[in-house]
């Protein structure tokens, strides 16, 4: 009998069984559907209801301001907002994907509101042109809208969460179209949308480039909607005729003729395989084959379409119309013998103690599987909850005598249907079907009940699913903060507390950001200070005005890029001595601070070196400008740079003379400023610029090569150079400019103090063996006599030297000087067998 009653609810459309059952008698009061406008959003979404301001109507006891009312599918009022917008009349009103009510005004304004009645900002304008000619008419899809104007041109928005709008190809019509109709551009070949316009006996696509006719002969058609994949067309003709299309117009699937060539008020898809049209009192439902079926109804509906068939929408009520599915017509179809229709009525037998429940699984064993299964899918396809019981019973019953089935799967659809029992309750008002379950997902469901502040109920699928709690409490700590306006700080913080250390790791950062956004900077301060993240929290500490708090945090992270990011915040905000305070206090930022300021800031470290009292820090910060200035290009030319570069090394000097511990750096940068004194000086004298930045022994040296010994004797004074290095330096500068005579005369004012060597070396090194041979005979180590004379090729000369010495090595060495030259080894060799050395 159970079967009976199940089966007797269904129509038959050809071979294919439909059902409409009532999901919701609708709560609300007083909403008369033909006064009104009325957008119901698709996977059990919310219903926006307006005044229709296009039509002239009574008003009962009620304001003449209109109100934008927002449900849910059961007619429970969700939000409502006086309609005060100017612009013209309201042309069209539909939801988005995500939810988002869009409201288009006939001077192409487009407002946008929340499931809560808020006005999204900023308002979306279609252009001046638009504006201009006043829309007329605007369809809808996913995320995307149409609009055409007066003036028969066509604009459109193909995304608006980017919301760009662009003119379409002008259609060039001198008459409004007679329906128009839109293929979304996911399914197009260009991947923009594109129109269909029903103009005379035609049908024209306008792209955003181009216009084609397509279909000629086939209408004049007065009603148009594309099926939800995009690749067929369902119209009504001017003489009554119902015809299923290809949107290429390359073929007609099917053609119904109807009663009435008044064409439907509504047309729409019911699924993907049939077709439903309204007039006043009658839905028609047309398959490609065999009659119609007709619901008549007394007062007026709504069609809002979905994936797996429509909502109808009236005043008092909202129904499910869809086809039946199979696995539900093979349980409960008049008369079924199949195993999932045995396997239910053995469970029923079972309950009432009867053998005959035996019977039926005996039947059934081979097939039992497909049985189980078949149970299990019609219980998801229920909206009906006993019925959903009965079903899993039978189908647990099934199972307890197959071992080949997959028992996960009855688990699962156990969890999908508690999932979609509790948000069909009419308090909740989301009558998804388990197809519309499946295509829109879990976490976009919560996202919706979060947007509905259903966030307990979000919260609990959450975790009944095994899914992320964080989006969730998240949702509801901003919802909180923004609705608690009177409760204090503390209490508050308390409270979101409570809930927030549910989530391990969620961002408090992000909930403080929204207090401190709604003007709770006290609040914001107390939540930041509980984010774990200092990535997270060093920048919102920031925002809040918080930075010393944050400077803290950020060198307790020991994360540079952090310090740094606070560093540059407070450099920005805080006075010099202020800031100089907070980081002398924290060593990592002020090291951090000073490496940066060497690079770049001098100046500003400077005032910090003098504020904390590190004068040498800011005499070796002069020095180094000092170097700097001197690299300057102006520095070689004319130097007027030398005078400002010897009071910088002098101010460094006396910095480094007020500290005990910098006595060596004082006397250096002394000496420092009084040599680059002495070699501006000279080079304005010798009018070249080859002195300064060079070192007291190339200054003496280049003056004794210029012929300026008077100058170089005066540089050897201020500077007390020693007399060896006098003479080496001033040795090597005369044999460079090769003055002979100078050297061998400076060889005799008295005995050097460096002996004989170096000028032998000079001589050598300048290829001059005659003027060397002046002052090896005066060398006294017979070693370096030896050795000088074979340097100069005199190979007796430097056997004798070498007997001298009576050195074995050294004879070896000088051998392999004149290796080349058979008889000078030889004399090495008779010389070693004398001396008897090996």
């Known amino acids: 009998m159970a079967n009976v009653s199940v089966a007797a609810e269904w129509q038959l459309l050809y071979n294919r069984y439909y059902r409409k059952p009532e999901i919701y008698p609708m709560q609300w009061k007083h909403i008369d559907l033909s006064r009104n406008k009325v957008a119901g959003a698709p996977f059990g979404g919310p219903i926006a209801v307006i005044r229709d301001d296009s039509k002239i109507v009574q008003l009962y006891a009620e304001s003449a301001l209109r109100k934008l009312r927002i449900f849910n599918s059961a007619g429970v009022q969700i939000s409502e907002t006086v309609w005060k917008h100017p612009g013209g009349r309201l042309v069209g009103m539909a939801w988005t994907d995500d939810q988002t009510l869009i409201c288009v005004v006939q001077d192409g304004t487009v407002f946008r509101y929340n499931v809560h009645a808020e006005l999204q900002e900023p308002n979306i304008s279609m252009g001046k042109e638009c504006f201009e000619q006043n829309v007329v008419e605007c369809v809808f899809w996913g995320n995307g809208m149409v609009c055409i104007t007066e003036a028969n041109q066509i604009f459109c928005i193909s995304d608006f969460k980017n919301p760009n709008p662009c003119k379409l190809a002008d259609p060039n019509l001198d008459e409004y179209p007679l329906c128009v109709a839109v293929i979304e551009p996911q399914y197009t070949m260009s991947g923009n949308v594109e129109v269909l316009l029903a103009v ?91 009659d119609p079926v007709r619901y008549l109804y007394d007062e007026p509906i709504i069609l809002i379409p979905e994936c797996d068939g429509v909502r109808i929408l009236s005043n008092t009520s909202m129904e499910f119309l869809q086809r039946v599915p199979d696995s539900t017509v093979s349980i409960f179809k008049i008369g079924s013998t199949l195993p999932a229709a045995l396997l239910y009525d053995a469970l029923d037998h079972f309950d009432r103690r009867s053998a005959k429940a035996d019977e039926n699984l005996r039947l059934i064993r081979s097939s039992l599987p497909e049985a189980v299964e078949a149970c299990i899918d019609a219980a998801g396809h229920e909206f009906d909850v006993s019925r959903q019981r009965t079903l899993l019973r039978a189908a647990s019953y099934g199972q307890a005598f197959c071992s080949h089935v997959q028992r996960d799967r009855f688990q699962v659809m156990c969890k999908t249907l508690r999932v979609l029992n509790a948000v069909h309750n009419s308090e909740i008002g989301i009558p998804l079907s388990i197809q519309q379950y499946k295509l829109l997902t879990a976490p976009v469901l919560i996202g919706r009940l979060i947007n509905m502040h259903q966030h307990l109920l979000a919260l609990r699928i959450s975790e009944y699913l095994g899914m992320n709690q964080e989006v969730v409490i998240m949702h509801w700590a901003c919802s909180k903060i923004t609705a608690s306006l009177a409760i204090p700080d503390a209490t508050l913080l308390e409270i979101l507390l409570d809930k927030l250390r549910l989530c391990k790791g969620i961002s408090f950062a992000a909930v403080a950001a929204h207090a401190d956004k709604n003007g709770r900077r006290k609040l914001a301060a107390m939540l930041v200070e509980h984010e774990s993240r200092s990535s997270k929290q060093v920048p919102l500490l920031l925002s809040i005005g918080e930075e010393d708090t944050a400077l803290t945090k950020a060198t307790e992270s020991g994360d540079t890029d952090l310090v740094y990011l606070v560093l540059f915040h407070i450099w920005q905000k805080r006075p010099a001595l202020e800031y100089f305070g907070m980081i002398q206090a924290r060593p990592l930022a002020r090291d951090l601070f000073i490496t940066y300021a060497r690079c770049y800031k001098h100046e500003f470290l400077k005032d910090f070196f ?55 750096e004082s006397k250096a940068a002394e000496e420092h400023a009084k040599l680059i004194r002495i070699q501006h000086e000279l080079e304005v004298t010798t009018k070249q610029a080859i002195f300064v930045d060079s070192s007291i022994s190339d200054t003496i040296r280049t003056c004794i090569v210029l012929g300026n010994h008077r100058a170089a004797m005066k540089v050897k004074t201020e500077f007390k150079v020693s007399e060896k290095r006098w003479y080496w330096l001033k040795v090597f500068a005369l044999a460079t400019i090769r003055d002979w005579d100078a050297l061998e005369k400076f060889s005799k004012e008295k005995r050097p103090p460096i002996g004989y060597r170096p000028f032998v070396e000079a001589c050598i090194d300048a290829d001059e063996k005659g003027e060397a041979l002046k002052y090896i005979p005066k060398l006294t180590d017979p070693r370096e006599r030896a050795e000088s004379y074979a340097r100069i090729g005199m190979a007796k000369e430097a056997a004798d030297a070498a007997s001298q010495a009576k050195d074995g090595e050294l004879l070896g060495r000088l051998k392999l000087t004149f290796a080349q030259n058979a008889a000078a080894s030889s004399i090495f060799d008779t010389l070693r067998d004398r001396l008897g050395v090996a």
């Not at 439907?264 to 309204?278: A, F």
């Not at 300057?632 to 000097?653: C, D, F, T, V, Y």
């Open 200 to 290: 005379d006996d035609l049908v024209l696509l306008v792209e955003e480039d181009g216009v084609q006719q397509l279909g000629a002969g086939i209408g004049p058609l007065q009603k148009m909607v594309v099926s939800r994949n995009g690749k067929l067309l369902a119209s009504f003709t001017h003489d009554g005729r119902l015809l299923v299309i290809s949107t290429d117009f390359s073929k007609i699937i099917f053609e119904y003729s109807c009663e009435s060539a008044l064409p439907p008020d509504q047309l729409s898809w019911c699924g993907m395989d049939s077709v439903l049209l309204y007039w006043d009192d009658m839905l028609l439902m047309v398959g490609p084959y065999g």
């Open 610 to 664: 003098l504020s904390t009292g590190q004068l040498q820090d800011v005499a070796f910060l002069l020095w180094k400008e000092s170097w700097e200035l001197g690299k300057n290009p102006m520095a070689s030319k004319g130097s007027p740079l030398h005078g400002p570069r010897i009071k910088i090394i002098e101010k460094a000097q006396s910095l480094f003379s007020e500290t005990k511990e910098h006595t060596f």
